[in-house]
């Protein structure tokens, strides 16, 4: 079964983010903050299809108006964080602008809900591995939804295979790990904020290059790792350990460099390379952040689960720029 539907609207909703408790009323007030002069980006749609374990699955696509005739372009998946959506992170991160100025397609899928009606009915999490919700506790399969995903966009547009990238916040930084560990035939790179390693018994068939940003304040899912401040209920694995992992699988050199932005004195990037087959591995340290996207306003309602946004980096823009430099031959 496969829908469209044009110009819809893109609503805010959370990150898997801080809170023992959510409120319906605090949900609804972010809610209606984030819709607000927000409109859907041109040329954005909606559409979905059945999976092979029965769900209907959701996502939005948006494809630039100006791609280059008879080339292959690149391909975005951008990941939710958790309680958040798809149209959520669209509107949350400019990955559209970015598209039309770089040319490139992006897909932003939906997790599956956490509940199916109510408040919390558009609230949606991933099955990262050992998090988040009942993704995870009902063990569905968004490994394979995510490459019938890349099947689906490559069957309608030109996609360049070695240029098959994606990004994640938060619950989507965890899941982006996991599509790198497991679907790493398809997936050339990743670029993530805020997430951590949560799958057991990684074996990429590839090298994969990795972006990992994340910020000395986040308070859900703390730089140290361990238990946060966040619903996920889970103590989060070492964020640093996954780029350390990643080094080791992709046959980079032990030792790593470190150097200090020349522009941001808060921005710390810790760099492995060579690697098999160009592959690099990142891990950028900014002081001072919270677990909030960082480089875009959030509404104001959200910063008390997340943190307000640091305004001095953009993630969205890094992890382009990375992910750009870092094709398949």
């Known amino acids: 079964m496969e829908t469209s539907n044009s110009g819809h609207r893109p609503s805010w909703s959370v990150p898997f983010v801080a809170g023992a408790v959510i409120?319906?009323?605090?949900?609804?007030?972010?809610?209606?903050?984030?819709?607000?002069?927000?409109?859907?980006?041109?040329?954005?749609?909606?559409?979905?299809?059945?999976?092979?374990?029965?769900?209907?699955?959701?996502?939005?696509?948006?494809?630039?108006?100006?791609?280059?005739?008879?080339?292959?372009?690149?391909?975005?998946?951008?990941?939710?964080?958790?309680?958040?959506?798809?149209?959520?992170?669209?509107?949350?991160?400019?990955?559209?602008?970015?598209?039309?100025?770089?040319?490139?397609?992006?897909?932003?899928?939906?997790?599956?809900?956490?509940?199916?009606?109510?408040?919390?009915?558009?609230?949606?999490?991933?099955?990262?591995?050992?998090?988040?919700?009942?993704?995870?506790?009902?063990?569905?399969?968004?490994?394979?939804?995510?490459?019938?995903?890349?099947?689906?966009?490559?069957?309608?547009?030109?996609?360049?295979?070695?240029?098959?990238?994606?990004?994640?916040?938060?619950?989507?930084?965890?899941?982006?790990?996991?599509?790198?560990?497991?679907?790493?035939?398809?997936?050339?790179?990743?670029?993530?904020?805020?997430?951590?390693?949560?799958?057991?018994?990684?074996?990429?068939?590839?090298?994969?290059?990795?972006?990992?940003?994340?910020?000395t304040a986040d308070r859900n899912i703390p730089i140290e790792g361990g238990r946060g401040d966040g619903v996920a209920g889970i103590a989060f694995q070492p964020p640093h350990a996954a780029a350390t992992t990643f080094a080791q699988l992709d046959g980079c050199p032990t030792a790593s460099s470190t150097v200090t932005s020349p522009t941001n004195a808060d921005v710390t990037i810790e760099t492995w390379q060579p690697c098999r087959e160009g592959a690099t591995v990142e891990f950028v340290r900014v002081a001072g952040a919270s677990h909030a996207w960082m480089g875009h306003a959030s509404p104001r309602a959200a910063r008390a689960l997340t943190g307000a946004p640091y305004m001095g980096y953009d993630s969205s823009a890094a992890i382009w720029a990375f992910l750009a430099a870092h094709p398949r031959h």
């Open 23 to 215: 409120a319906a009323v605090t949900l609804g007030a972010i809610g209606s903050a984030g819709a607000a002069n927000r409109p859907a980006p041109r040329g954005a749609t909606t559409s979905s299809f059945t999976t092979a374990d029965g769900r209907t699955r959701t996502f939005r696509v948006y494809v630039p108006r100006s791609l280059p005739r008879n080339q292959r372009v690149p391909l975005l998946v951008a990941l939710h964080g958790g309680l958040g959506s798809g149209a959520q992170f669209e509107s949350n991160s400019g990955f559209d602008q970015l598209a039309d100025v770089h040319h490139f397609i992006v897909v932003y899928p939906d997790g599956i809900p956490i509940r199916s009606s109510g408040v919390l009915a558009n609230a949606r999490v991933w099955n990262g591995g050992h998090c988040c919700g009942p993704a995870a506790r009902l063990q569905v399969d968004d490994v394979g939804f995510i490459s019938q995903l890349i099947d689906w966009v490559s069957q309608r547009h030109s996609i360049d295979p070695g240029r098959v990238y994606a990004a994640g916040h938060s619950n989507g930084a965890i899941m982006a790990y996991r599509l790198a560990c497991e679907l790493s035939d398809k997936i050339v790179a990743i670029g993530v904020q805020a997430g951590s390693l949560e799958t057991d018994g990684c074996r990429p068939s590839r090298p994969v290059s990795v972006l990992h940003i994340h910020g």
